[in-house]
Every structure is written in structure tokens, then in C-alpha cells.
């Protein structure tokens, strides 16, 4: 566990994720998406939290992030890509994002993430994280009509990130 200010960080490996820690993280993520995610209709939410779920279960590295006893949002990072970050919607715009992001950077050396053309909030999120758009699909990888961006950090910002 690292501490981060008021945020603890755990890196989970795969035989210590739990199904009641899975189940949790799924509500962070159901939470956070329906915050965020406006363009998601309740079947598209349904058809992706199995998605989701098996993400959670099977991402190379995952960290939870938690504050005091509470698990607040949780990031996935496989082969140089965040795969997933979610946070619940109450630690919005705290921070928390950020220090993930900032974590991967440092310590995965973190260069691509993927982000719903639909989610503003989160393009410009990664966009001050040094992020920039190098190619965009008019549909997501499992083929729904959801746009996504492809984002590389700018060698630029690496050094002035850390």
C-alpha cells in the first residue's frame, strides 16, 4: 500500500480479488458511468458490466484507491495503457484521478488510454494530464457505436507531469 495524502493506493493481484472486492468495484464503476457516461441507455449499461466485471477480474495490474475504509475508485493499466479508471461519482474533481494517472505514469510508464468521444469531462481530464487525440474510431472495441478517442502522451509533458 502507498499512501497518497489522504488517499491509500493497493496494488490487487489477481488471486486477491475477491468476488465481494469485484462486486464493489462494479458499483463504483456502475456508479461512476452513470454519472459520466450520459450516452449509455440502461441496456447499454446492462450489456457491458460483464465487460466490465470480467476487466476487473483479469486486468494485468489494478489499483484501488481508498479513502479512510472506503474503496473510491480503482485504475487498470496493461502494456503501457490505461485500460479502466473509474472513481466514485462523490471523489469527482478531487484528485484522485490525477494521482492515479500520476502513479502510472511513474511507475508504468503509462503513455495511452482510450476515452468515449461522449465523455467531455474525461477527454479534457486527460488532456491536461498531457494526453493528446491521435486517432479516433466511430466505435468502441466491442464494435458498439461509441467513439472512441486514441490517446498518446506527449513526449513534451512527460518530464513536466512528474
Given amino acids: 500500500m502507498e499512501k ?3 488517499i491509500d ?9 475477491t468476488p465481494e472486492l469485484v462486486a464493489e468495484l462494479l458499483g463504483i464503476w456502475e456508479a461512476s458511468v ?3 457516461h450520459s450516452f449509455l441507455t440502461e441496456n447499454d449499461i446492462r450489456n457491458l458490466r460483464p465487460q466490465a466485471e470480467e476487466a476487473i477480474r483479469q486486468i494485468g495490474t489494478l489499483w484501488v484507491a481508498d479513502a479512510g475504509n472506503a474503496h473510491i475508485g480503482f485504475m487498470g493499466i496493461d502494456s503501457g495503457k490505461i485500460e479502466m479508471l473509474f472513481l466514485h461519482p462523490d471523489c469527482f474533481r478531487k484528485g484522485a ?3 492515479l494517472v500520476q502513479k502510472a505514469f511513474s511507475e ?4 495511452y488510454v482510450d476515452v468515449n468521444e461522449q465523455n ?3 477527454v479534457q481530464f486527460y488532456e491536461r494530464m498531457g494526453f493528446r487525440t491521435f486517432r479516433r474510431d466511430s466505435t468502441d472495441d466491442y464494435g ?16 513536466s507531469s512528474n
Avoid at 493506493?9 to 480479488?17: F, L, P, V
Fill in 4 to 6: 497518497y495524502g489522504m
Fill in 9 to 17: 493506493i493497493n496494488d490487487i493481484e489477481k488471486d486477491a480479488r
Fill in 34 to 36: 452513470r454519472a459520466s
Fill in 97 to 99: 484521478g490525477r494521482i
Fill in 108 to 111: 508504468s510508464g503509462v503513455q
Fill in 120 to 122: 467531455p469531462s474525461a
Fill in 144 to 159: 458498439n457505436p461509441f467513439p472512441i478517442l486514441r490517446m498518446k502522451r506527449e513526449a513534451s509533458d512527460i518530464n
